[in-house]
């Protein structure tokens, strides 16, 4: 084979993308996002209107159809991305803020403390994400804000641990040894060695727990623990189209799709920013 038709052979493949789960991920979320920032500035109908038939087909004004309350479909459809997207962001913000602190405090303490924080975070991790968010929104009651910072504290453990993992690896560096010998303090090592280190590793398992939170919101919205009407989660919409399914399949199979859309999408972009941090795994496949 000549050197001409290596190189043509050659050149497609260096053009192609560095992971195509990356860029359907992206085209997912994408779409989530811009829905919910439409939402914020038009809507079809108002969440509240009423006025339409029950149970509608789609077409004509209402493009998905109505509920069993006769509320337009697509309207809350964008209300849930706007919630989705605000519980996700939201969760993961405090999970990522708890976390990252205790796994720090875990990885520059002393070894009896150390193994005391670990031992904590692997007990509060055996429990799963919805069953501790459930006992958290029950005790602090039903709201958006309940929601978030319930699924936040039960996905920081997670964190917490994973950080703790990574600050201890860094710290074993010879470089994070060369800048302690140098008289740098601990704040300093941790801002420009510690988490620079850390942070391609640890963004992979936030965007991973982005889709954990959203999953565990339209849980607790199914089981009523949600946050209550208006706010038009889709769990709370897969929940109320139980009873019509067969009647009017439209109601469960729109949020389900969505929800599906942009799980599935937060999973693709974590897992082509792992291909990207990580060249010997691209070069795998």
Known sequence: ????????????????PRSWTLVVGLVLVGAVVATALVSLLWLPFSPEDTTGSRLEGPGGAHWLGTDRLGRDLATQLMIGARIALLVGLGSVAVGAIIGITIGLTAAFAASWLDDTISAAL??????????????????????????ILAIGLAMSAIVARLTRVLTKRVLAEQFVTAARTSGTRWP??????????????????????????????????????????????????????????????????????????????????????????????????
């Open 188 to 285: 300093g090592i941790v801002v420009r060695h510690i988490l620079p280190n850390i942070w391609p590793t640890l963004s992979v398992n936030l965007a991973l727990q982005f889709g954990v939170a959203v999953l565990a919101e339209a849980s607790l919205s199914y089981l009523g623990l949600g946050a209550p009407p208006p706010n038009a989660s889709w769990g709370r919409l897969l929940q109320e189209a139980q009873g019509t399914v067969v009647t009017a399949p439209i109601g469960a199979i729109a949020p389900g799709l969505a929800l599906i859309a942009l799980v599935l999408g937060v999973n693709f972009v974590a897992d082509g920013l792992r291909d990207v941090a990580d060249p010997s795994r691209r070069r795998s496949r």
């Open 122 to 147: 692997d007990v509060v991790i055996a429990f799963p994400v919805l069953l501790l968010a459930m006992l958290i929104v029950a005790a602090q009651g039903s709201s958006l804000a309940s929601v």
């Open 1 to 16: 084979m000549s050197a001409t038709v290596i190189a043509q052979t050659i050149e497609p493949r260096a053009l192609r």
